[in-house]
């Protein structure tokens, strides 16, 4: 239903801009009837006001045909934007080559200073909220990587970030630190990623092991499923230590093509929300812009693509 209003919502931004589409036509289509051998003759603003209103009581029809045609058109031209504008925001996958394998960090043309902010274990209730007032107040779009069963608990707070364009992973149902069999993976794993797609209608092909952990069976299951498995470069502690130092561990390893780990649940993450604005500052004032995830791979294969053509 949620999902069913937020299209109703782009849909009136799109009526309305084929409202605007249609009235510019149908001047363009009105005008040019009325000029050849109706153009009135240079006189006073009077006289011209006086011979179009005449012409146009004269000419009343216009061609159906025409009109059924650029109608069409505009509909199928909005219709396209829109699914660009879901594709591009709804987006939690990164480009097919990445897919299957394991990240910490993206290789960026030394030109580009990018980062990744990802916040882990959310949905969570006011610090989740918090984290998205200050990436609004910001504008920086980040990456979250969930737990299947608090946004089964918090599902309005999960819809909320999905809502303000943020990627989206997967962060396990239980989030535990334990052995598993492929089939304790797969429940662990899919479960998460199909309350997800219920959820917000994002489908994502981003996962993130819980403590970080590679050998015990849930990262192995989601490189299998052609998951990217997202570690970090820049560690922030923010569970286990105090502001000041929270902020400090975060700038001293980050790099251009960083991913920074961070948390918006999973426990009381105070110490991150007002850590954030002040980290936030700090790396605008080092030049780097903010960019998901999936974004930030994008731009590792756009560069990759664009060396390739200059060595051709
Ligand atoms: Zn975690």
């Known amino acids: 239903m ?6 109703l919502r782009r849909r009136k931004t799109f009526i309305v801009a084929f409202i605007a589409a249609l009235g510019s036509f149908l001047i363009g289509v009105t005008l040019p009837i009325n000029s050849p051998g109706n153009q009135p003759p240079a006189l006073s603003s009077n006289a011209q006001l ?8 004269k000419q009343p029809k216009f061609d159906v045909n025409n009109l059924t045609l650029a109608i069409r058109e505009k509909v199928e031209f909005s219709q396209k934007a829109m699914v660009q504008l879901q594709e591009s925001r709804f987006e939690s996958t990164v480009p097919s080559k990445f897919k299957g394998t394991t990240l910490r960090e ?21 610090t989740t909220t918090q984290v998205l007032d200050i990436l609004k107040k ?7 990587f969930w737990v299947g069963r608090y ?12 809502a303000a364009g ?11 630190y334990i052995k598993y069999n492929e089939e304790g993976a797969a429940r662990e794993i899919d479960r998460t990623t199909a309350l997800i797609e219920k959820v917000t209608g994002v489908k994502t092909s981003i996962f993130r092991p819980p403590g970080g952990i590679l050998n015990n069976g849930l990262a192995a ?10 570690m970090w470069s820049a560690d922030s502690l923010d569970w286990r230590t105090n502001t000041e130092s929270l902020m400090e561990n975060v700038m001293k390893q980050a790099n ?57």
Do not use: C
């Open 166 to 176: 943020h990627a989206i992973g997967n962060h396990t149902w239980n989030h535990q």
């Open 106 to 126: 993206a290789k960026l043309d030394s030109r580009q200073k990018a980062i990744a902010l990802t916040f882990d274990d959310g949905p969570w209730p006011t």
């Open 138 to 144: 910001n504008n920086i779009k980040a990456t979250f």
């Open 50 to 57: 006086v011979t179009v209103s005449e012409s146009q009581a």
């Open 151 to 162: 946004l089964q608990v918090y599902p309005e707070l999960g819809k909320q970030v999905a």
């Open 2 to 7: 949620e999902n069913f209003k937020k299209l």
């Open 221 to 230: 299951y989601a490189q299998k499923r052609n998951y990217t498995v997202v």
């Open 256 to 312: 251009s093509g960083g991913i920074v780990l961070m948390h918006d649940g999973g426990g009381n993450r105070a110490r991150t929300v007002e850590a954030l604005p002040d980290i936030i500052a700090k790396f605008r004032k080092e030049g780097y812009t903010f960019v998901t995830v999936p974004e930030l791979f994008k731009m590792e294969a756009n560069d990759l693509k664009q060396q390739k053509t200059a060595h051709k």
